[in-house]
């Protein structure tokens, strides 16, 4: 195996390690447990990636469950946010709504959100007439904004620990041989207590 990675190859390896590492940080920081990000890249730029997070929670309230799926709409929205951080570790809100809305695979991220947004909505709303549409988006607006001002502050302080992280998992990559065939695919993973390990001192548990 060789770790030496094509240019074209790390840039977008790096595009993606941040993405995973916001919805992995993200997690964290909303009180989920996590397991390892892994991450694969082709020569071509093909990739797969992807953060270990446990789903499984107690709701035992109509809040706990509001306050559950404003987290899984915040850990969503996380990873186009951490895509899309600048040098200066700050979010460019537009490139991460492209990212979301895109047909790079951040768009299952984006379905997924809206659908638990219009579940928030429901609960939060419950006497608005189903036929009203302009009140109906008004109000989902308004869960939008406040999930994204939260999970844009998160990032935000984070940026650092995101960042450190991500460069961690590229370089651990490593072009993996193929029975068969020639290897095109770079590979690498951080497990999760190497994570737990690397990490564990940024991590606050933050209020929703």
């Excluded at 899309?84 to 700050?90: M, N, R």
Aim: aromatic content about 4%.
């Amino acid at each position: 195996m060789t770790r030496k990675l094509p240019p074209a190859v790390r840039a977008r390896a790096l595009q993606i390690a941040h993405h995973e590492m916001g919805h992995y940080v993200m997690a964290r920081t909303l009180g989920f447990a996590t397991g390892s990000v892994h991450l694969n890249v082709t020569m071509d730029l093909r990739h797969q990636g992807g953060a270990s997070i446990s789903l499984a929670q107690p709701i035992t309230s109509m809040q706990a469950m509001q306050d559950y799926l404003r987290a899984r709409v915040m850990i969503l929205m996380a990873g186009a946010m951490a895509q899309s951080l600048t040098s200066k570790h700050t979010v460019d809100k537009a490139k991460a709504t492209a990212i979301l809305k895109s047909g790079g695979g951040a768009e299952q991220d984006y379905a997924k959100l809206r659908e638990l947004q219009h579940l928030l909505r429901n609960m939060a709303y419950p006497d608005t007439d189903p036929t009203a549409i302009q009140c109906i988006a008004a109000q989902l607006k308004i869960i939008t904004d406040q999930a994204w001002s939260r999970a844009q502050a998160i990032i935000e302080e984070q940026a650092e620990t995101i960042t450190e992280l991500a460069g961690m998992l590229v370089d651990a990559m490593a072009l993996v041989e193929q029975w068969g065939r020639p290897a095109d695919t770079y590979e690498g993973v951080l497990t999760g207590p190497v994570l737990e390990r690397l990490g564990s001192a940024s991590f606050d548990k933050a209020a929703l």
